[in-house]
T-cell receptor, first 115, second 113 residues
Framework: ETGVTQTPRHLVMGMTNKKSLKCEQH?????MYWYKQSAKKPLELMFV???????ENNSVPSRFSPECPNSSHLFLHLHTLQPEDSALYLC??????????????FGPGTRLLVL | QQQVKQSPQSLIVQKGGISIINCAYE??????FPWYQQFPGKGPALLIA?????SEKKEGRFTISFNKSAKQFSLHIMDSQPGDSATYFC????????????FGTGTRLTVIP
């Protein structure tokens, strides 16, 4: 596969469930991102990892827990979510320090519904 | 505080017409301004980008116009086609920062055949 892949593509979970979203990038990038996309809102940056180190946590509630075991994989662990957490969760990657600076490549997203 | 403001929220254009989407920013440290295109069920994809050392960049039917003094930039889609129907996001970032992108709220474009 090429580019940025995300699994699952769709997820329905109850408020007491624990689930994980997975992202994999095949672009050789060293920065990975999680975004939340809700209707009629700007994309909300949640977490940033540079060279496997978390460099940004954008005031995200602790019920979202990221994990970056290597520069190609990124996970978002979910537990005790709220219905307002229902959204499209997008993963992206980029190569820090390149002339493209800021060019991020997105996966297709995971559509999450919390009941 | 929203770093990048985008308008309009939605736009309907006849096939062959010109689609224009506008964005404004406040942070003068921003030095990279990409536009992303998103189709339903897909993630955003980079469409075209500009740096503030030029006032215009053109790629095919897509043109970015950049006004540094006004802190505004816009996307023009010439000869709009039904296949251009998508949501468009402007964004801005600073290379001196962490390459984090600040996105506008998006414009849903519908091109009518």
């Amino acid at each position: 596969e090429t580019g940025v892949t995300q699994t699952p593509r769709h997820l329905v979970m109850g408020m007491t469930n624990k689930k994980s979203l997975k992202c994999e990038q095949h672009l050789g990038h060293n920065a990975m991102y999680w975004y939340k996309q809700s209707a009629k809102k700007p994309l909300e940056l949640m977490f940033v990892y540079n060279f496997k180190e978390q460099t940004e946590n954008n005031s995200v509630p602790s019920r979202f827990s990221p994990e970056c075991p290597n520069s190609s994989h990124l996970f978002l662990h979910l537990h005790t979510l709220q219905p307002e957490d229902s959204a499209l969760y997008l993963c992206a990657s980029s190569q820090p320090g390149t002339s493209g600076g800021g060019t991020q490549y997105f996966g297709p997203g995971t559509r999450l519904l919390v009941l | 505080q929203q770093q990048v403001k985008q308008s309009p929220q939605s736009l309907i254009v006849q096939k062959g017409g010109i689609s224009i989407i506008n964005c404004a920013y406040e942070n003068t440290a921003f030095d990279y301004f990409p536009w992303y295109q998103q189709f339903p069920g897909k993630g955003p994809a980079l469409l075209i980008a500009i740096r503030p050392d030029v006032s215009e960049k053109k790629e095919g039917r897509f043109t970015i116009s950049f006004n540094k003094s006004a802190k505004q930039f816009s996307l023009h889609i010439m000869d709009s086609q039904p296949g251009d129907s998508a949501t468009y996001f402007c964004a801005a970032s600073s290379q001196t920062g962490a390459n984090n992108l600040f996105f506008g709220t998006g414009t849903r474009l519908t091109v009518i055949p």
